[in-house]
């Protein structure tokens, strides 16, 4: 069992920086993979990062490729999304998840947390 707990969101302005904690606790990550997904509301969640956490490898979505960015601390056992260049269309609940490196299927997830960017 894993368990994940997001924090860090707020209401920023465009062009603001804003960034999300993920603390996870109760196994090893070592072979897991974590990701962040958001929900804006009417929308379907999607995916925005993610990053394997042994070797640190990082994947994007194109919406916020060069103004996101994934990174994990292994002392912490928390993962981070820093964004950067925020826009209005960022606003959703950000949630933060873990699979299994071998699974294609986030078991676990965050309760979410709130980013709110306006205009």
């Known amino acids: 069992q894993v368990e994940l707990v997001e924090s860090g969101g707020g209401l920023v302005q465009a062009g603001d920086s804003l960034r999300l904690s993920c603390a996870a606790s109760?196994?090893?990550?070592?072979?897991?993979?974590m990701g962040w997904f958001r929900q804006a509301p009417g929308k379907e969640r999607e995916f925005v990062a993610s990053i394997v956490w042994s070797g640190g490898i990082t994947y994007y979505a194109d919406l916020v490729k060069g103004r996101f960015t994934i990174s994990r601390d292994n002392a912490k056992n928390t993962v981070y999304l820093q964004m950067n260049s925020l826009k209005p269309e960022d606003t959703a609940v950000y949630y933060c998840?873990?699979?299994?490196?071998?699974?294609?299927?986030?078991?676990?997830w965050g309760q979410g947390t709130q980013v709110t960017v306006s205009s």
């Open positions: 109760g196994r090893t990550l070592s072979t897991y993979v």
């Open positions: 998840a873990a699979r299994r490196a071998y699974s294609n299927t986030y078991d676990y």
